[in-house]
């Protein structure tokens, strides 16, 4: 089981693998933007909202416990909303999650909003290797950057994967 910590971590050494520079973390405890980096050739930031497949907190109930099905609708739903809240000004915005059959549920019944909003998605495996899935379009250099893909729309079924 991952925690959110765990995500950002593994999403932090994929990013810095990949040109990026990590510019702030901010973890479950704390207020603010789970990851922010810029890319060390373009100059571009991105901000990342992560989330966990299970409480961080030891004395929560649900500490080495999957999250159930309502709790995961509303941790995609969170990580869509400040993830959302993100796009614009000249910034990339993506989700990092647990890459299990319930978020990846959640996640494909936004897939049309997603890509309307450019957002990417980090999926993360139990051994820690990051997978990027998404659209960021409308600059194909900026994707190559990304992690290898070279065109400027990126299908669902192209990803690339680091073990982070």
Same mark, same amino acid.
């Given at each position: #089981?991952?925690?959110?910590?765990?995500?950002?971590?593994?999403?932090?050494?994929?990013?810095?693998?990949?040109?990026?520079?990590?510019?702030?973390?901010?973890? +479950?405890?704390?207020?603010?933007?789970?990851?922010?980096?810029?890319?060390?050739?373009?100059?571009?930031? =991105?901000? =990342?909202?992560? %989330?966990? +497949?299970t409480?961080? %907190?030891?004395? &929560?109930r @649900?500490?080495?416990?999957?999250?159930?099905?309502?709790?995961?609708?509303?941790?995609?739903?969170?990580?869509?909303?400040?993830?959302?809240?993100?796009?614009?000004?000249? @910034?990339?915005?993506?989700?990092?999650?647990? @890459?299990?059959?319930?978020? *990846?549920?959640?996640?494909?019944?936004?897939?049309? !909003?997603?890509?309307?909003?450019?957002? +990417?998605?980090?999926?993360?495996?139990?051994?820690?290797?990051?997978?990027? +899935?998404?659209?960021?379009?409308?600059? &194909? %250099?900026? *994707?190559?950057n #990304?992690?290898?893909?070279g065109? !400027? %729309?990126?299908?669902?079924?192209?990803?690339t994967? =680091?073990?982070?």
């Open positions: #089981m991952l925690t959110e910590s765990e995500i950002i971590a593994a999403v932090c050494r994929y990013l810095r693998r990949n040109g990026w520079t990590v510019v702030s973390i901010c973890n +479950e405890l704390q207020r603010g933007d789970d990851i922010v980096a810029e890319h060390r050739g373009s100059g571009r930031t =991105v901000v =990342v909202e992560a %989330k966990g +497949e409480s961080s %907190k030891a004395s &929560s @649900r500490h080495g416990q999957p999250f159930n099905s309502a709790q995961v609708s509303s941790h995609v739903s969170r990580a869509f909303y400040r993830a959302a809240q993100s796009v614009g000004s000249n @910034r990339l915005s993506a989700m990092a999650l647990p @890459r299990t059959a319930p978020h *990846i549920d959640r996640v494909r019944r936004i897939d049309l !909003a997603l890509r309307q909003l450019n957002l +990417e998605v980090f999926w993360v495996d139990p051994q820690r290797r990051v997978t990027r +899935e998404g659209i960021w379009q409308g600059n &194909s %250099k900026w *994707i190559r #990304m992690g290898g893909v065109s !400027a %729309k990126i299908p669902r079924h192209a990803l994967s =680091v073990r982070a």
